[in-house]
């Protein structure tokens, strides 16, 4: 019984550290994703970058859709410079129909995605991450084998109006990591989506 | 006919002129306002219950959460319970979208826009706690308040309002 006790705290804790996710300075989770093109997409994949923005992300969210060119210009900007825009979609199609693969196949193709689009199936890879709405940005640095979390939060100060954006958060961090400096700011907040999940 | 169709044409390009995105002037039904119009009504130190929830009419759990919001205060505008509904929408739908959702919805509840777009600033001010995810849901009653990020139902509204 102590024994059957114990092994449930310990489940339970372990849970509660899933329901968390990932904080700045942990190791960013693997996942194995299907992509819009149908093949599958593991962030071990990504042998020869030197880091990753992941990016959970959805068709029908406003704020997604507000940063969406911001988010191909990203990855247009850093892909090259070794940090690729791997984007997510966490959400639940038969709670949200607009987010399903077929549409986010058509989206991606309809706006010429030069990145990664990836359906969370089964809503798995989300929660390990602790992503809590869309867009929600992680930045990851490649340190051996391992992806590590530099960066949670947004992409700058201003979803409504790109032309009077003030601090580009995402973009100084990548730039701060290139350079090999100390990130000003780990941590920033922004309204988004929640992440629809079946009740 | 001709004078007729000019005319026609006028008309029309005045009522376009008037229609297009501008922010309506004078007093608002629904006041637009920044983090810092907002804060007052964070922080009012009276017997009330505030219950201030922060929407937007494309978030589909906030819309399904609106009317237990409403019911809320119009089953206790005579208690000293006050609903805030704080809109998220983008400015430019306050026309096309905002004003006709009210309407359609008959919301009597107090209604505010926030249009603040430096979020990472007023999130934290409003709860250190909150992710940035709607719906939101702030109560409070003098120096008493807690945060809740998730969608209500009626039944817990009362709940929480009773046991608050």
Known sequence: MKTLLISLAIALASLSALAQGVKVGDKAPDFNLKNVDGKMVALSDYKDAKGAVVIFTCNHCPYAQAYEQRIIDLHKTYAAKGYPVIAINPNDPSVQPQDSYELMQQRAKEKGYPFAYLFDEGQLVYPKYGATKTPHVYLLQKRGADFMVEYIGTIDDNYKDESAVKEKYLANAIDALIAGKKLALTETKAIGCTIKVKK | ?164
Request: glycine residues 4%.
């Open chain 2, 1 to 164: 006919m001709k004078r007729f169709v000019i005319y026609m044409l006028l008309v029309a390009a005045v009522a376009a002129s008037c229609t297009r995105g501008e922010r309506p002037t004078g007093e608002l039904a629904v006041p637009i306002v920044d983090y810092s119009g907002l804060e007052p009504y964070l922080n009012k130190s009276n017997d009330t219950t505030y219950i201030v929830n922060f929407w937007a009419t494309w978030c589909t759990p906030c819309v399904e959460e609106l009317p237990h919001l409403e019911k809320l205060s119009r089953e206790y505008s005579n208690g000293p319970v006050k609903v805030l509904l704080v809109n998220l929408d983008f400015p430019k739908y306050y026309d096309s979208r905002l004003l006709p959702f009210l309407k359609e919805h008959d919301i009597t509840a107090q209604v505010i826009m926030l249009d603040d777009p430096d979020t990472n600033t007023w999130i934290n001010k409003i709860s250190p706690e909150w992710q940035g995810s709607i719906p939101a849901t702030v109560i409070y009653r003098g120096p008493k308040r807690q945060f809740f990020e998730r969608a209500f139902t009626y039944e817990e509204l009362v709940e929480i309002v009773e046991e608050f």
